[in-house]
């Protein structure tokens, strides 16, 4: 049953910790993404990745790193520089101009 | 600056009726556009997309129209159901990324209800 499987569902940062996200995908796509979605916006793009060992920032980069070591994976890191981490994370992977989207990772500071 | 706009957060329906959201964008380059349906905590779906050489498709209940001059797009649901209920994102790609990637910019969303 293909799919992205991100976890956590919920997870809380406590001050000047570092979070990371996970992302696996068994859709056979060279391409993944990392969007951050915010109450009454639409999805903004963090990080995004066409192939293996290679990743370019999106729009809202800063306080976020990413790595692509493997196809299926692509695990997103929320630093202590992100000043405001909390929002709804989504991963996603495409082919021919289509999203498949995971079903989110919320992430709050405590 | 905002090039994907859906200026309506919010529209209410009844079952049966039509259902229309609406969805603007700045930049003419743009040459694929998509909807995506979310419901809360999950990740969106997508439901239809359109190319700018067209300015019409259609899939079941759902068209999408695309007007270039107007840079404007809809999509209709029609007849809409309780379960259409949810937040419709619009999406447009640039020609560079159309093929075999997803970057996407995305409108704010609209919420639908719609009522029994």
């Known amino acids: 049953d293909g799919g992205i499987t991100q976890s956590p569902k919920y997870l809380f940062r406590k001050e000047g910790q570092n979070v990371t996200l996970s992302c696996e995908q068994n859709l056979n796509h060279d391409a993944m993404y990392w969007y951050r979605q915010d109450p009454g916006q639409g999805l903004r793009l963090i990080y995004y990745s066409q192939i293996v060992n290679d990743f370019q920032k999106g729009d809202i980069a800063e306080g976020y790193s990413v790595s692509r070591e493997k196809k299926e994976s692509f695990p997103l890191t929320v630093t202590s520089a992100q000043k405001n981490p909390t929002a709804f994370y989504l991963c996603?992977?495409?082919?021919?101009?289509?999203?498949?989207f995971g079903s989110g990772t919320q992430l709050s500071v405590l | 600056d905002q090039q994907v706009k859906q200026n309506s957060p919010s529209l209410s329906v009844q079952e049966g009726r039509i259902s229309i959201l609406n969805c603007d964008y700045t930049n003419s380059m743009f040459d694929y556009f998509l909807w995506y349906k979310k419901y809360p905590a999950e990740g969106p779906t997508f439901l239809i997309s359109i190319s700018s050489i067209k300015d019409k498709n259609e899939d079941g209940r759902f068209t999408v129209f695309l007007n270039k001059s107007a840079k404007h797009l809809s999509l209709h649901i029609v007849p809409s159901q309780p379960g259409d209920s949810a937040v419709y994102f619009c999406a447009a790609s640039l020609p560079q990324f159309s093929s075999n990637t997803g970057k996407l910019i995305f409108g704010q969303g609209t919420t639908l209800q719609v009522k029994p």
């Open positions: 996603a992977s495409s082919t021919y101009g289509e999203l498949f």
